[in-house]
Nanobody
Framework: QVQLEESGGGLVQPGGSLRLSCAASGSIFVINGMGWYRQAPGKQRELVATITSGCTPDYTDSVKGRFTISRDNAKNTVYLQMNSLKPEDTAVYYC???????????????WGQGTQVTVSS
């Protein structure tokens, strides 16, 4: 199986920065797309950013120019660099990976446990 471990959340003032990490481990053959989602209190989970296996990123409009998604395939890790943070970025952030697991004939989706990001003065 596959385990995901997220890190990097916390409390930051408006205008500040945080870097989230999500590392996958286990019986991984290859990882396809990687992404970050977030869920604010009382709201549905929303897609924040994705990155393909070929390292093509995509972002929701509200974070374009402020957030950067990247991946390190050698470490099976996806990152989210968040700059110029705003109070409306406050949410629990989840990573999501599509993984080909050794011995299983189709890819599976895995979610991280979530990490809290709070932007407040």
């Amino acid at each position: 199986q596959v385990q995901l471990e997220e890190s990097g959340g916390g409390l930051v003032q408006p205008g500040g920065s945080l870097r989230l990490s999500c590392a996958a481990s286990g019986s991984i053959f290859v990882i396809n797309g990687m992404g970050w989602y977030r869920q604010a209190p009382g709201k549905q989970r929303e897609l924040v950013a994705t990155i393909t296996s070929g390292c093509t990123p995509d972002y929701t409009d509200s974070v374009k120019g402020r957030f950067t998604i990247s991946r390190d395939n050698a470490k099976n890790t996806v990152y989210l660099q968040m700059n110029s943070l705003k109070p409306e970025d406050t949410a629990v952030y989840y990573c999501n990976l599509e993984v080909w697991v050794q011995g299983i004939p189709r890819p599976r989706n895995y979610w991280g446990q979530g990490t809290q990001v709070t932007v407040s003065s």
